[in-house]
């Protein structure tokens, strides 16, 4: 009895010590200009100081404890970020309340001002890479035949392809009478990236040039260039034939004239995702052999789709050049 009588004056002393002290942290806040009560983590480091660390980690006669092994070392959450009222179950059943509050991955943290991507050499949206969907370059589809313009049956088949990073720009040609040798220019095409504004600008550069071989491989006609303007890429052909006789026999069906379509390749982000197109169509030529005569002569031509590019040329020949083309492809547009 008298044991039990000294336990009960000790928790008596014990709680009246812990409110004592719960109240002078209230009016040390209240002197301070804080009109709030004592938060938890204070509430539990009074109670370690007085009840000792078996009372702060809770017992099973009561209701949950608190969890002082992070609060009576430090008052407070730890700045690694875990900041939890654990509590151990007591045997009235109460529900614990815990938490981990990530400071250090700041990066993905909704409060730290992240946004969507806009290209501008930064991980705006805080996904750990740079400027993600943004244009890093361009990857050219399989090259594909086209149709052929001319209606000569003879002649063999022949092709030519520029690289996977080249697209056609011009031709050299070969004319006397009629079209005796024709090649095509190939022209290098890379993503070009603005940094002067934000957002970066994206743009299509062209680069270095040169002749694919000729058809057939010799000529003694003088040769005549048709070339797109500077920045821009072939995108059409057009031919005039007619017949040899009667000024030649036996008679034959010729090409007496050529002339090309012309546009600009640009990087159309209005979409999503972001396409190669051409835009903005010119015509160049025509070129004439001697034999050419409008009031005879009928005309046949070729457009591309906006979406594609030539990227090679094609055709039937021998002595002369019977029927042309263009060896087309497409671009896709590579993003981060």
Known sequence: MGQSFSRARKRIGSSRALLVTSVSLWLSALGAGSCAPPSLDEYAVARAGNAGASEVSGSANGGAGVSGSSFAGSGGASAGGTSGVGGSASAAG????????SIGDAGNDAGTGCMPEICNGLDDDCDHVIDNGCPTGFQRGAAAPGMTLGDSTGGSAFSETCSDDEVLVGMQLGFSNWLDQITFKCQAFSLA???????????????ASHLLPAHPATTSDSL???????GQILVGLAIAEQHTAPQFSPDYIVLTSISATCAELVLDSSVDPPV?????????????GTLYDNTSATSASLTLMSNQIAV?????????????????????VLLE
């Not at 990236?193 to 680069?207: E, N, R």
């Not at 051409?278 to 030529?285: P, Y």
């Open 94 to 101: 109460t529900t614990n309340t815990s938490g981990s509050t």
């Open 193 to 207: 990236t603005s940094t002067k504004s934000i957002p970066y600008q994206y743009s299509v550069a062209l680069g």
């Open 224 to 230: 005549q260039t048709l070339n797109c303007p500077s």
């Open 276 to 288: 190669l197109a051409w835009q903005n169509s010119t015509s160049i030529g025509p070129i004439s």
């Open 312 to 332: 090679g040329y094609q055709g039937f020949g021998g002595a002369w050049i019977d029927r042309v083309g263009a060896t087309t492809s497409t671009v896709q």
